[in-house]
């Protein structure tokens, strides 16, 4: 595949060019960052079982991981701190190592059913205390470490983007068995996936089983 031409006489080069595209940003939303995380902040947070962290590296190269949990899972621990647990993944740990190279990350919450979202932006680290990851145990599972963030600014988002998607609407689910299980997937892409399909199965099952007991 080659690369797609784009033609520069109409590349957006400055801010200025952007701006001049739009109309001016409604008072109400220029108005609705806020420094700190509100009462309304607070209960949106605690109803979120569900976000996504974006994060960059030192030399800018971007990258956006979910985190899930029981509803709740983030912790308030101030009006402008929160803790995030970090649960068993595939340890390539691309978040974690990018606060460390650039501390900067954004939030976004969602709720299931609700429309709009909640974004964060803030500064985040890293810690092992293990006060704070006792708290936060499943199953008598803690987490090794947990992601804190300061809170720089925080502002709820409109509706607009899960009502074009209709996201949560179950008539737009589809069936996942129009595309390949996640493991063909990636041997696909990597090692090759066995031609046999009761092999392809057996190792199906096996991440299934591996879901039930790595969890936590």
């Not at 784009?6 to 590349?11: H, L, M």
């Amino acid at each position: 595949m080659t690369k797609a031409p784009i033609r520069p006489e109409f590349a957006i080069k400055d801010e200025a060019a952007l701006r001049a595209l739009f109309p001016a940003t409604h008072t109400l939303a220029a108005m609705k960052c806020q420094p700190v995380l509100d009462r309304h902040a607070q209960d949106f947070i605690r109803r979120s079982p569900f976000l996504c962290i974006g994060t960059q590296n030192a030399d800018g190269r971007a990258d956006v991981s979910p985190r899930g949990d029981p509803r709740g899972f983030v912790q308030i621990l101030y009006e402008r701190t929160l803790a995030i647990p970090d649960r068993p993944g595939n340890n390539r740990l691309d978040t974690q190592s990018n606060i460390l190279a650039n501390p900067a990350v954004g939030l976004l919450f969602m709720v299931p059913g609700f429309d709009d979202t909640l974004r964060v932006n803030g500064q985040a680290s890293l810690t092992t205390d293990p006060d704070l990851l006792a708290s936060m145990a499943v199953n008598d599972r803690t987490p090794t470490l947990a992601i804190i963030v300061e809170v720089n600014e925080v502002f709820l988002h409109c509706a607009k983007a899960f009502r074009r998607s209709r996201l949560w609407d179950p008539t737009e689910h589809q069936d996942r068995r129009d595309m390949p299980s996640l493991l063909n997937m990636i041997l696909d892409q990597t090692t090759g996936a066995p031609s046999d399909p009761v092999e392809m199965q057996k190792i199906d099952e096996g991440l299934e089983s591996d879901y039930r007991t790595s969890m936590y």
